[in-house]
T-cell receptor, first 112, second 114 residues
Framework: DADVTQTPRNRITKTGKRIMLECSQT?????MYWYRQDPGLGLRLIYY???????NKGEISDGYSVSRQAQAKFSLSLESAIPNQTALYFC???????????FGDGTRLSIL | AQSVTQLDSHVSVSEGTPVLLRCNYS??????LFWYVQHPNKGLQLLLK??????LVKGINGFEAEFKKSETSFHLTKPSAHMSDAAEYFCVVSSYTGFQKLVFGTGTRLLVSP
């Protein structure tokens, strides 16, 4: 089983809809992250969380919100989806801030 | 601020020939550097990391990278390419300002032909 699991793997939806992407991990890591990947731009950080009570904005948080329901779960929401949020979204975890991050397989989101 | 530049968006090699993926970084202090690989429909997998120990870092699947401070480079190499190496590769620099922020390069797609 994967250490970092993202659901759904693919989602197509319409402009204005509310979308939730979920991430769960079995690694026991405190740090969790949400990124989006766009062609030619690498990965950009949306939100990160040090623990259940500590959530922080990344470099591109506008239009997104997150919830850390438990140490193992970190969800990303798009309150009112727009087409330029079409991207590949990744969840990641790390044990400590200076340790490598471990990534899920991604959620491909298309907004029409 | 930290940044990375991957000098090639695409690299094509033949199976059995050497691989060189180039990365230059910018950092105001001694950085941590990583190479990640992304296969189609998969997440990013750590290939190797440099964290101020040995300058030549060995990773998985026969890859290695050399940290050259004077050239601000961290190029990824492999002596002999395999078809399964075809993927996208990301050079990443880590800055620590209260937490580990990863700054990603734009990626290099490696194509391996028979």
């Amino acid at each position: 089983d994967a250490d970092v699991t993202q659901t759904p793997r693919n989602r197509i939806t319409k402009t204005g809809k509310r979308i939730m992407l979920e991430c769960s991990q079995t690694k026991g890591h405190d740090r969790m992250y949400w990124y989006r990947q766009d062609p030619g731009l690498g990965l950009r950080l949306i939100y990160y969380s040090f623990d259940v009570k500590d959530i922080n904005k990344g470099e591109i948080s506008d239009g997104y919100s997150v919830s850390r329901q438990a140490q193992a779960k970190f969800s990303l929401s798009l309150e009112s989806a727009i087409p330029n949020q079409t991207a590949l979204y990744f969840c990641a975890t790390s044990e400590q801030s200076n340790q490598p991050q471990h990534f899920g397989d991604g959620t491909r989101l298309s907004i029409l | 601020a930290q940044s990375v530049t991957q000098l090639d968006s695409h690299v094509s090699v033949s199976e059995g020939t050497p691989v060189l993926l180039r990365c230059n970084y910018s950092s105001s202090y001694s950085p941590s550097l990583f190479w990640y690989v992304q296969h189609p429909n998969k997440g990013l997998q750590l290939l190797l990391k440099y964290t101020s120990a040995a300058t030549l870092v060995k990773g998985i699947n026969g890859f290695e990278a050399e940290f050259k401070k004077s050239e601000t480079s961290f190029h990824l190499t492999k002596p002999s390419a395999h078809m399964s190496d075809a993927a996208e590769y990301f050079c990443v620099v880590s800055s620590y300002t209260g937490f580990q922020k990863l700054v990603f390069g734009t990626g290099t797609r490696l194509l391996v032909s028979p």
